[in-house]
């Protein structure tokens, strides 16, 4: 059974301070991993894709990805009002392309 | 690039019924995931779809049921509507494991 694995908050930032969104997996042949952010009522929307370890960065959203600890991170920075939401992690492994979702992380940026 | 498609976007069913929902990939995208979305399950992988071939199938009862025609506009079908099938039901175009999701059918059942 796969299994990701993230904290369901919500997680409570002040604007303007980073915010940072934590995800485990359990399969260790795993191969990519994503992060899709969702506002109530609508549907996910792919916001950072990640396949090799290290950090990738794509504007304010930083990506992080440890293999040997089977952990990826989502990093924001200057954290805004608009950035709350819930974010979910997605890990695929075994080329299906069919990735596994964790239940989400809910963020809360307040001013 | 127009998105993906989905519809109905509403829809209310009793018990018992069948509901059919229809999914229009992003222009050019051969692949086609459906997903289920509760709040007590998050989001469940139903199948998936690709040149009209089902090419991954989850963990759902056979009264979960889809295709895909030439098109590959896809539709999904629940047959014997029971009261748990209520959710949100997300149709995906799927590119190499990045999904894009169209809007949803909220399907609620009484």
């Known amino acids: 059974q796969k299994e990701v694995e993230q904290n369901s908050g919500p997680l409570s930032v002040p604007e303007g301070a980073i915010a940072s969104l934590n995800c485990t997996y359990s399969?260790?042949?795993?191969?990519?991993f994503f992060w899709y952010r969702q506002y109530s009522g609508k549907s996910p929307e792919l916001i950072m894709s990640?396949?090799?370890?290290g950090d990738k960065e794509d504007g304010r959203f930083t990506a992080q990805l440890n293999k040997a600890s089977q952990y990826v991170s989502l990093l924001i920075r200057d954290s805004q009002p608009s950035d709350s939401a819930t974010y979910l992690c997605?890990?695929?492994?075994?080329?299906?392309?069919?990735?596994?979702f964790g239940r989400g992380t809910s963020l809360i940026v307040h001013p | 690039k127009a998105g993906v498609t989905q519809t109905p976007r509403y829809l209310i069913k009793t018990r018992g019924q069948q509901v059919t929902l229809s999914c229009s990939p992003i222009?050019?995208?051969?692949?086609v995931s459906w997903y289920q979305q509760t709040p007590g399950q998050g989001l469940q992988f139903l199948f998936e779809?690709?040149?009209?071939?089902?090419?991954n199938k989850g963990n759902f009862p056979g009264r979960f049921s889809g295709r895909q025609f030439s098109n590959s506009r896809s539709e999904m079908n629940v047959s014997t509507l029971e009261l748990g099938d209520s959710a949100l039901y997300l149709c995906?175009?799927?590119?190499?494991?990045?999904?894009?999701f169209g809007e949803g059918s909220r399907l609620t059942v009484l």
């Open positions: 995906a175009s799927t590119n190499r494991g990045e999904l894009f």
């Open positions: 399969d260790r042949g795993s191969q990519s």
């Open positions: 990640i396949y090799s370890n």
């Open positions: 997605a890990v695929e492994s075994g080329g299906s392309y069919i990735p596994t």
């Open positions: 222009s050019g995208h051969r692949s």
């Open positions: 779809y690709f040149s009209e071939t089902q090419r």
